[in-house]
């Protein structure tokens, strides 16, 4: 008995020994029952579900050895039309031939990127970058692909890329700068223009590339860029060289997705050679205004040449001091007033074109009103109808003077018979729906400068036509037709408009509207040009109506 219960003792160990164990055992296979869920998982999660195509490859064949669902539901093929195939059979025809040195790549690296063309079940050609990495898998030396499409990256580059090369073949320099300034596109044209390559525009400044540009009127055209998105206008530049550019200049600025500013767009257009015969042009329309002078001036200077011949020859004879004096007086003042003339003819004949400032139109109308007041017929009454408190204008002297003279010899030729003429300048505030001269003007402030006369007028037939070139209804030889061509052009170039009125028999009005600048009226007051003393008014206040006759004159000295 006791030998058997020695027995049991030793078999009960035994067994709960192997209990034991069993337990450990399937503790053990019920935590690899659940690495292998999970790592089922991570493979679902990581490679059937992996949102890029991702597939197998047995490197010796180049057979599909797996493919996930993305590779399927992109390409078109099943699993089983997967498992059936090779890379040779998605390979686009024109990449076989570097799928043999891909694929000793392959063999020789543990990883690869490389580029190429692949061919959906449907035929469509579509262009992918592929990574690849040695696994095992199945008992196979495999390679693991991952596929990323870039076809629509691809067609991006190459629209980015064409669409530089046709920004490189313009003429016009076209540049990209960020909001600071600094030059992020430089196309051929603008190396051709300013001298600058696109290495060394690109990165630096407009401040550095363009370092001779007008800093105050810069900030005047960025802050108009900013509040309108666009600004157009002249630019005085230099190339690298040193030569100065003139540039008809569009800015556009360019915002991101949600709608801020990103940077600044400048296609600039060389006009430098246009503004010299423009310049030419303009000269010489100047010079045909003052010949239509000519022959009043010529009659002004004799008058004053008589009073200084005659006061020459007293001083030979023996006079008083008080006598002596006068002669001298008569002389001075006659020499004072030839010296006035001669002035004018060589300020607007030598007048120089191009600057643009503030300029007060009121005492351009005073200028214009002594110059005809000198010059044409007697039987012309010539009327300044302007209060001082009318705006100044930004634009070129010289070419609105040369307006003002054109309009004026036009209105001096329609009223042979004689006649009034009428210069008026006022201010305009213009709203959205203010109706301008006919046509359609930007809401602001403008001045209006006008030139009225009694003549005999346009008629209808011929009103459409007046402002075309070379368009004239003056006998050969008295006229070039080009006179109200160029106001036109001159108006334009300062943002104006031009407008006629007239009826047969009972005169002409020019109407020349001008964008105006009443800030720089309160800031800064421009001096009047005119010297000599205005009218009274049918309102009895001196200085609201200016009136100056030829007589009033011709009677000084």
Known sequence: MDHLEKLVQERTKVLQETNTNLESEIAERKRAAEALRESEERYQLLFRRNPLPMLVIDMATLAYLAVNETAVREYGYSVEEFLSMTVKDIRSPEELSALSQQTAEMRASESNFFATRHRKKDGSIIDVEVICRTIAFAGYEAKLVLVNDVTQRKLAEDRIHEQAMLLDLAHDAIFVRDLEGNIQFWNKGAESLYGWTTSEAVGNTVAKIFSRIDGVSYEVEEKALM???????????????????????????????????????????????????????????????????????????????????????????????????????????????????????????????????????????????????????????????????????????????????????????????????????????????????????????????????????????????????????????????????????????????????????????????????????????????????????????????????????????
């Open 227 to 557: 509040e309108k998105g666009e600004w157009s206008g002249e630019l005085h530049g230099h190339t690298k060289g040193g030569q100065e550019v003139i540039a008809d200049s569009r800015w556009t600025l360019l915002r991101n997705e949600s709608g801020a500013p990103r940077s600044v767009l400048v296609i600039n257009t060389d006009i430098t050679e246009k503004k010299k015969l423009e310049s030419q042009f303009l000269r010489s329309q100047r010079m045909e205004g003052i010949g239509t002078l000519a022959t009043g001036m010529a009659h002004d200077l004799n008058n004053i040449l008589a009073p200084i011949l005659m006061s020459a020859g007293t001083l030979r004879w023996e006079l008083s001091a008080e006598d002596r004096e006068l002669a001298i007086t008569r002389i001075e003042m006659s020499v004072k007033r030839g010296a006035e003339i001669i002035q004018q003819v060589l300020t607007f004949g030598r007048g120089v074109t191009g600057e643009r400032v503030a300029v007060n139109p009121v005492a351009l109308m005073q200028e214009m009103t002594q110059i005809i007041g000198q010059t044409f017929p007697k039987d012309i009454s010539i009327v300044l109808d302007a209060r001082e408190d009318v705006w100044p204008i930004t634009g070129d002297k010289t070419q609105i003077h040369q307006v003002l003279l054109n309009l004026c010899i036009n209105a001096r030729d329609a009223m042979l018979k004689g006649g009034k003429m009428t210069l008026t300048a006022q201010n305009i505030v213009v709203d959205e729906h203010y109706p301008v001269l006919h046509a359609p003007a930007r809401p602001g402030s403008y001045v209006l400068l006008a030139v009225t006369d009694t003549g005999c007028g346009i008629p209808k037939a011929n009103l459409e036509r007046i402002f075309d070139p070379f368009f004239t209804t003056k006998e050969f030889g008295k006229g070039t037709g080009l006179g109200l061509s160029t106001v036109l052009g001159i108006v334009k170039s300062h943002q104006g408009l031009v407008a006629v009125d007239s009826e047969l028999n009972q005169g002409t009005t020019f109407k020349v509207l001008l964008p105006a600048k009443p800030e720089a009226a309160k800031n800064n007051a421009l001096p009047l040009a005119f010297n000599g003393k205005p009218h009274m008014n049918s309102h009895g206040a001196a200085g609201d109506t200016m009136e100056m006759r030829r007589r009033d004159v011709t009677k000084q000295g």
